[in-house]
């Protein structure tokens, strides 16, 4: 049982919008900022948002994120056959002291 | 750029230690911008925090695998490694080590993984 909330799947048609969900609890996502990873078989996994918003260099506009009170969402936008993968949510925890996940979701590209 | 290699068995005996090395390049393992990482995930199922090194050597782990997990450096070859005791079935996973961000907490760069199985 993950500490953060996602929903196992989500799916979409190329060129549409997905979000995918993140719910969690004040000691983590209420007080610590959310990082998104996207994770491929075969490939290193890699950061997609951090700090609830922000984008590293070579991420596409298409990724971003939000964060309100205890969850957060990334959103997809033009979606592209490359995008399916296994996406995941994290956040520290400072009741554990630990970084912990969300359970991951994972995107198929219909 | 930072890159990440882990190395280590693919197979570990049950009750045995599980030893993995994470090698750094790009990066020193002295530099103050990252904690060093460990992270799994079992076949089929989400990602699991082990635990973080500090270039000071301060450590942090996972409360629920605490008693069983060491990360340490090693400054002489530039790496960090794992060493988990007394594994079981349970902690079969590809094993990943990675950069955590100092100030961000958002783990900048993966290594490619390893794949560890526990089985006699």
């Known amino acids: 049982q993950s500490v953060l909330t996602q929903p196992p799947s989500a799916s979409g048609t190329p060129g549409q919008r997905v979000t995918i969900s993140c719910s969690g609890a004040r000691d983590n996502i209420g007080i610590n900022t959310v990082h998104w990873y996207q994770l491929v078989p075969g490939t290193a996994p890699k950061l997609l948002i951090y700090k609830n918003n922000e984008r590293p260099a070579g991420v596409p506009d298409r990724f971003s994120g939000s964060k309100s009170g205890t969850s957060a969402s990334l959103a997809i936008g033009g979606l592209q056959a490359e995008d399916e993968a296994d996406y995941y949510c994290a956040a520290w925890d400072d009741r554990l002291y630990a970084m912990v996940f969300g359970g991951g979701t994972s995107l198929t590209v219909l | 750029q930072v890159h990440l290699q882990e190395s280590g068995p693919g197979l570990v005996r049950p009750s045995q230690t599980l030893s993995l090395a994470c090698t750094v390049s790009?990066?020193?393992?002295?530099?103050?911008?990252?904690?060093w990482s460990w992270i799994r995930q079992p076949a089929g199922k989400g990602l699991e925090w082990l635990g973080r090194?500090?270039?000071?050597?301060?450590?942090d782990y996972n409360p629920s695998l605490k008693s069983r997990v060491t990360i340490s450096l090693d400054t002489s070859k530039n790496q960090f490694s794992l060493k988990m005791t007394s594994v079981t079935a349970a902690d079969t996973a590809v094993y990943y080590c990675?950069?955590?961000?100092?100030?961000?907490?958002?783990?900048?760069?993966w290594g490619q993984g390893t794949l560890v199985t526990v089985s006699s």
């Open positions: 790009g990066a020193s393992v002295r530099g103050g911008n990252y904690f």
């Open positions: 990675a950069t955590l961000d100092f100030v961000d907490l958002s783990f900048d760069h």
């Open positions: 090194i500090y270039t000071t050597g301060s450590t």
